[in-house]
């Protein structure tokens, strides 16, 4: 049986078959043009689409035969159109059925590629999904690719979308590279050249840096309380010595008051000759030790400190003369400078030079002490700074002090301190 | 206990606190044994009175208020006079004193808590040239936790703290990485059960532990 000899509404069933691979064809090719970069895959459904194309001709010519209305196209299509038409009707059916599977196919296959490989628009959505702005333009400021975090940049910076690289990239420069937006968010602005395909693409960058400049703000912020903190911990440092120090005698007062109050008590007992009072003995060596306390000065060590400087001057066999006022008690630094550097001075006289007397020479302004020394013995050669002078000179430095030592006309040590608002040890924050 | 000494020996006393040092003048004038040759509170000029070699044994205070120059004093004149005997005397059971006198050849370490009326007898068996000191440093309690329980490590992280310097200079000081420093604080923080490092601080100063 061949084809004319079907049943009409079978022959017009495949001419319907036909037309539906057509428009299947044709949509693949769409796709797979506008998609895929390789074109190989047309193939495929350019060829369904002939065929289908061919095949609707046909049943379509057919039917128009059969009708009263007959017209020829053309003597190759009546050729064709006619052979085809007499043709076995299996023949005719699978060149129907066949094109449309294989155009089933090709579509779903042209599909799954689509889903699954990276596409020319894939490429696009990921630019256009990252956090970084991206610009790409030609030297000229033709725009060859922005994205959206770039857009919306320009739309916050300029008030609206980038039309020239060159303009937007003078709207983004700034000393820092850092840019603002309205928002409050922050970009850091990159600069990069891109060679592709032998030309030359000049690309921005804006990434986003909110987070990180407001984490730098906050370090900062918690690095300076940490140095106030350390500045007052090292004046606490300071003055726990001196707290500690008036704590123990207080401490060892209250204890010689208890001990005098004690001492009382049992004297008292003694006298009245008390049943449990204590022995002669024992009450003497316990008044013994509470008088010793008797007379305990309001000022320690107030006087000893130039006394002591005049004995150990003398041990040495040097005649001391002071001149000016010794610093007080309350500027502990000072003093131990001082001591210190009368010790090297002592010892340098009596040992280097043979000096039997030696001059000190203080003299304090409002903003520094300066202490010399001076002695009438051997001027030395050359001055060489031993262990002592060395650690004498750290002690001075480490107090922003200076220290000098001077051979002529006559040798001198000068040391020159200065004193912190006011009095040392007690300065303003 | 009945002395067979047949010469009196020449006492230096160093201490720069009035009432300790009267009650030290005390004991030496009472012993007949003993002379004070000099009293003074200077440590920094204290081997500078050796000079004349007139003093057979120092009893030295360790803490002055500018500083522990009481050791330096003592290595100075271990070195230059090597007879002379020293011991140092303090009530801060600053835990690396020991080691430092010990270091310096000091003769003999008392604690003055620790020594109520037998000073004189320590003076006599250290010019009879033994030499004395105590097992340990004291025990002090600080916080939750008591200073036998901290490493030797930990004692003197404990000390930097206290002079208010940053975890890098401590560290730089000590040879130490930052983050060693830090995990020792945290640790002493956990035994002690001080809240904050201020608090560590503060505590570890006054109990006298520590002394930079």
Redesign the interface.
Known sequence: MSYRDLLPELRAFYALISFITFIISVTDIVRTTGTFKKKHLIFVPILTTLMSCLMFQTFSYFLEINGTNYDIHSVLEDMISIRLINMPAIIAGLLTFVPLAISIVSYVATTRKINTSITLRSIRDGFNNLDTGILMYRDGGFILFANTVMQQIAVDLTGKRVTNGEQLKKALSTPDNHIVLENGEVYLIKENILDVDGKKVNELTATDVTILTRLRREENKLNQQ??A?????????RK???V??SK??LD??ID?HETFGNALLMTKAYIRKDKNASELNTLKQMWR?TL??KE??SD??ED??SL??Y???K??GIDLTIDGMLPPYKD??I??IL??A??EA??NASRHASADKMDLKIESTDDKTEFTFSNNGKIPEGITEGGGLSSLRKLIETNSGTMKLTAEPEFKLIISIPVRNGSEGEHAE | MPNNEDHISRIMIVE?????R??LE?EVRRAPDLELK?S???A??A??????EDVDLILMDV?T???A?GLEASARIKKAYPNIKIIIIT?MPEFSWLERAREYKVDSFVYKELNDGSLVDVIRRTIKGESIYPVDTPEVIIGDCSSKDLSYRELEVLREI?????NEEIASRMHLSVSTIKTHITNLMQKTGFRSR?EL??KA??S?LVI?
Do not use: W
């Open positions: 940490k140095e903190f350390n500045r007052r911990m090292s004046e606490y440092s726990v010595g001196e500690t120090v123990e005698i060892t007062k010689v030790k010793v306390f305990i000065p320690p060590s000893r400190f002591e400087l004995q150990a001057a041990a040495c502990a630094q003093r131990k001591s210190a009368a010790r002592i010892i | 720069d606190q009035q009432l300790v009267m009650y005390d000099h003074i509170t200077n920094d000029l081997d500078l009175y050796c000079r004349n803490y208020e500018y500083g120059s009530s206290t002079t208010g310097d940053s201020t601080a503060i100063r006054e006298g930079k």
